[in-house]
């Protein structure tokens, strides 16, 4: 029977996924990042030296967000600003030692949310879950 609660079951996911990526960094000694921080962390691990702009772009957030997201990361030693070699108007933002240092560990969090995200579904299973979730998120 169709409940038309989806929203609902996205927020206690998502609640629940951010719960458990908070445990995983405290049991790694990590404080003070937010499961927000990881999104710009991923993408930085992806191609470091992204302007805001770019990594407004990846996140779908607004700019006054991912400033605020990284002026975090980078009190905390994660990131640093430089001026762009080849563009003095943009800034990049790059990983510290530190920032890089917390690769393996998100590494090993994102496995395990993905073992618990996916867990036993079979492959056509997890295919249409994402299908599912792509064509939700492209209405919006």
């Not at 609660?5 to 908070?22: E, Q, T, V, Y």
């Not at 002026?71 to 890089?100: A, F, M, P, W």
Request: net charge positive; aromatic share 6%; proline share 2%.
């Amino acid at each position: 029977m169709l409940k038309y609660n989806a929203i609902s079951m996205f927020g206690k996911i998502r609640d629940a996924a951010n719960k458990m990526i908070l445990s995983e960094l405290g049991k790694h000694g990590v404080e003070g990042i937010a499961p927000s921080h990881g999104d710009i962390l991923m993408y930085l691990y992806e191609k470091n030296g992204l302007s805001v702009k770019e990594l407004v772009e990846k996140n779908h957030r607004t700019q006054p967000t991912v400033t605020v997201l990284v002026d975090k990361l980078e009190k905390l030693g994660y990131v640093v600003r430089k001026k762009s070699e080849e563009d003095s108007r943009v800034t990049l933002i790059n990983l510290t030692e530190k920032g890089i240092q917390l690769k393996p560990i998100f590494r090993e969090i994102s496995e395990k949310l993905n073992n618990v995200i996916y867990g036993d579904l079979h492959i056509t299973e997890k295919e249409q879950l994402e299908h599912l979730l792509e064509r939700i998120l492209s209405r919006f």
